[in-house]
């Protein structure tokens, strides 16, 4: 890969360099400000870089600043940004990737872990699957060509320019990385749009960008002013992580989302109203947990609000037969 680090202390730009020769066959180029990285990345002679390594705390503009520029670029939209952090707290890891991080190094550098996330990006830009598509906002949508290869309903895709969503990749990572201790009080659960299968079915390409961004600005804004992350990770369900210990009254904020949804007054393209609910799953505590049993945490979400979008669904056709036979 070709790879860009920025650090503003000589030493770990050189140990960063040497680390990423040792463990794989990558071109690495250098920069010691993120003034300096995005001089290097905006000078059109240069060709594109792979994946991005950041630290987080520069001196005129952070790495996170840097992040967030980057992500506004097209040719630097969608490619692995790993964040190089010493810092214990997590405001700056979670200010780090809602501007747009996919991973993190910490230092001291432990050889293994940079192997690893160096490795996992590599994945990414492999893996078809694995390499999210970006879908725009509204606004932006409406600046571009409309889409016209659908996403696969079960692909996680990513969200730009919504608050506190991030991609799924990224969640991943953010939930598999984050300590016992920093996990203490976080809750995650599941919002499932219902119907999702008829929904994608009656939907263009640009429309179901437009459906799924939409949805995803809406349970943004009714979790407002909590501390949270959210991401897409297919099939219509996004993934909800609340921190600082509040215990989210689900249904008081599905019914915000459903009537936030309903205010946005939304149409598919053809004209015809586009009226759609969600659902939510039930909450899993994160509490004491990390690694693996954190994505434990984070699948059983996903899987509760699958069930009772469908669960939910069955029970209006369940309805609706009886209905006619009466």
């Avoid at 991973?103 to 694995?130: C, H, M, N, W």
Wanted: glycine share 6%.
């Amino acid at each position: 890969m070709r790879i860009l680090a920025v650090d503003d202390d000589p030493i770990i730009i050189e140990l960063l360099s040497e680390l990423l020769t040792v463990i794989g066959q990558h071109d690495v180029e250098t920069a010691e400000s993120a003034i300096d990285a995005l001089k290097i990345v905006q000078n059109p002679a240069h060709k594109r870089f792979d994946c991005i390594l950041l630290d987080i705390q520069m001196p005129g503009m952070t790495g996170i600043e840097l992040a967030a520029k980057l992500r506004e670029m097209p040719d630097y939209a969608r490619i692995p940004i790993l964040m190089i952090t010493a810092m214990s707290d997590k405001t700056y890891i979670d200010r780090a990737f809602a501007a747009g991080a996919t991973d993190y190094i910490t230092k001291p550098f432990d050889i293994d872990e940079v192997r690893f996330r160096i490795k996992s990006a590599e994945q990414r830009l492999k893996d078809a699957g694995g390499m999210t598509r970006k879908i725009f906002s509204v606004n932006k949508l409406r600046q571009q060509t409309p889409a016209t290869e659908k996403v696969a309903l079960n692909e996680p895709v990513t969200i730009f320019d919504v608050d506190g969503v991030i991609d799924y990749f990224a969640f991943e990572n953010y939930v598999t990385q984050l300590s016992r201790s920093s996990m203490f009080g976080s809750t995650v659960f599941g919002i499932a749009i219902r119907e999702i299968d008829k929904l994608y079915r009656e939907s263009t390409a640009f429309g179901f960008e437009c459906l799924i961004t939409d949805t995803s600005e809406a349970i943004s804004d009714c979790l407002k002013p909590n501390n949270f992350l959210i991401a897409y990770a297919g099939n219509g369900t996004f993934l909800c992580v609340l921190e600082g210990g509040a215990r989210p009254d689900l249904e008081r904020l599905v019914d915000a989302i459903n009537l936030t949804l309903h205010q946005m007054d939304l149409y598919f393209c053809d004209g015809r109203k586009l009226d759609f609910r969600v659902c939510a799953g039930q909450p899993q505590r994160l509490i004491w947990r990390a690694g693996k049993n954190a994505m434990e945490a984070v699948i059983a979400a996903h899987e509760s609000a699958e069930s009772e979008a469908l669960k939910r669904e069955k029970m209006l056709n369940d309805f609706w037969i009886t209905e006619q036979a009466g």
